[in-house]
């Protein structure tokens, strides 16, 4: 059964960059019939894409034009992970933050964790 | 790109059934979207994905209580038989061009 595990720093500091990282489990990073993706949700509010990875041998993103000047999505195949890089952040970038498969839809889901941006 | 409205909340009686509905903007009604939930304090939980003509595909381990169906535009959710634990917040989802576009969320109360 598949599992994804986010993990990384839970307080970043604003105007730095939060780096995280989405570990699989029963299942393969370089599978051609799934992207993976993240997203996230501020405290409260909805569900927010922040953009995805296809790596079936070569790398496609896709990023939410709103983030897309901050973000970058990264894969490595050696650990079967995915990362998440998102530069410059200020406090509206505090939220848990998701990965999950994607076929189509997210049909698969990591439990989240919660960064917190302060100083 | 597809904008998709739901309302912010919902509430039924335990017991009773409940429809949520999930609107596709002008130029996209055809589109797929996805069902997913999720339970206080949870992540997200994929349900089912609905096509325009109302047929749908639930996921492995979704109780029977869960049915989808389609009008136009709209896609809809109803949760028969409402138990506690459909207390929770409901989200749709469609894609474009490798775009992934979420509504606002339902929050369903349970009576």
């Known amino acids: 059964q598949l599992q994804l595990q986010e993990s990384g720093p839970g307080l970043v500091k604003p105007s730095e960059t939060l780096s995280l990282t989405c570990t699989l489990s029963?299942?393969?990073?370089?599978?051609?019939?799934?992207?993976w993706g993240w997203i996230r949700q501020p405290p409260g509010k909805g569900l927010e894409w922040i953009g995805s990875?296809?790596?079936?041998?070569?790398?496609?993103?896709y990023y939410n034009p709103s983030l897309k000047s901050r973000v970058t999505i990264s894969v490595d195949t050696s650990k079967n992970l995915f990362s998440l890089k998102l530069s410059s952040v200020t406090a509206a970038d505090t939220a848990v933050y998701y990965c999950?498969?994607?076929?189509?839809?997210?049909?698969?889901w990591g439990q989240g964790t919660l960064v917190t941006v302060s100083s | 790109q597809p904008v998709l409205t739901q309302s912010s909340s919902a509430s039924a009686s335990l017991g009773s059934s409940v429809k949520l509905t999930c609107t596709l903007s002008?130029?996209?009604?055809?589109?797929?979207i996805a069902w997913h939930q999720q339970q206080p304090g949870k992540a997200p939980r994929y349900l089912m994905k609905?096509?325009?003509?109302?047929?749908?595909n639930k996921e492995s381990g979704v109780p029977d209580r869960f049915s989808g169906s389609s009008s136009g535009a709209d896609r809809y959710l109803t949760i028969s038989n409402l138990q506690s634990e459909d207390e929770a917040d409901y989200y749709c989802?469609?894609?474009?061009?490798?775009?992934?576009?979420f509504g606002g969320g339902t929050k369903l109360t349970v009576l």
């Open positions: 609905l096509g325009s003509s109302g047929s749908y």
């Open positions: 029963g299942g393969s990073i370089r599978s051609s019939l799934y992207y």
């Open positions: 990875i296809h790596y079936p041998g070569s790398t496609y993103t």
């Open positions: 999950a498969r994607v076929d189509e839809t997210f049909d698969w």
């Open positions: 989802e469609t894609w474009d061009s490798n775009t992934q576009i």
């Open positions: 002008s130029g996209h009604t055809t589109y797929i």
